[in-house]
């Protein structure tokens, strides 16, 4: 099973990333520079969390105008799976692979703490290692993750199934206490309409060992790994 990474100037998650990939794959991913036209034949395809470009102009936003992303939307409309955490959420929203946009959070100020998520269905590539229901906990860290829609949209992921997690308490409840930026309707991560693009705020790549604080985000790439499918 094959895991690529892209890597953009201000990226600072992708070695994280890899680590997890490699515990849950069994072998390392390919790294791939952002300037990059040949994207080697991967079954998942990674944008990392940090902060590409300094965030210049919006968050994600020079990003989406790498030469690789050409590729890496061709790749996800082939049916190839696609992962953004974090700043990659941010990418793949300014790619269009993605809709709705990440805004500042709504008190203005960088967050950077645990939360608890819960996993809304198991039944994607992506979430084969949990439950429908199940809460997790993991971090954040952004200052752009408050996630916005407009209305109909919002509602055409509820109704489709394609709200990913969403912010909780322990309890599973979506409280507004339990939402850290503002995210409209607590949703923390989303799918396109093929379930093959995931795209997330928290940081599960952090959350898969003891070490790093918990396990809650090891069951996400182990349900990638038995869940993805073949190369495209």
């Known amino acids: 099973m094959r895991t690529a990474v892209i890597v953009f100037p201000g990226s600072n998650r992708e070695r994280d990333m890899r680590l997890a990939l490699g515990g849950s794959f069994g072998e390392d991913p390919v790294m791939v520079w952002h300037r990059d036209t040949d994207l080697p034949k991967a079954d998942l395809i990674v944008l990392p969390g940090g902060f590409s470009y300094g965030d210049y102009l919006r968050a994600g936003a020079m990003a989406a105008n790498s030469p690789i992303l050409r590729e890496v939307k061709a790749r996800a409309d082939a049916g190839v799976h696609v992962l953004g955490v974090c700043n990659g959420f941010q990418i793949l929203t300014e790619t269009g692979l993605l809709p709705g946009a990440l805004m500042r959070n709504a008190d203005l100020r960088f967050v950077c703490r645990d939360v608890h998520l819960k996993v809304e269905r198991a039944d994607t590539a992506f979430t084969g290692g949990f439950r429908a229901g199940d809460v997790l906990r993991c971090p954040v860290a952004h200052h752009d993750g408050n996630y916005f829609a407009d209305a109909g949209t919002l509602d055409a992921l509820e109704g489709e199934g394609r709200v990913a997690v969403r912010y909780c308490d322990e309890t599973g409840a979506p409280t507004e206490a339990a939402n850290p930026n503002g995210s409209q309707r607590n949703i ?26 918990g396990l809650g985000g090891k069951p996400l790439f182990d349900g990638m790994a038995a869940g993805v499918g073949d190369a495209a």
């Open 188 to 213: 923390a991560g989303i799918y396109n309409e093929r379930l093959n693009v995931l795209g997330m705020m928290p940081h599960p790549e952090d959350a898969v060992h003891p070490l790093l604080g």
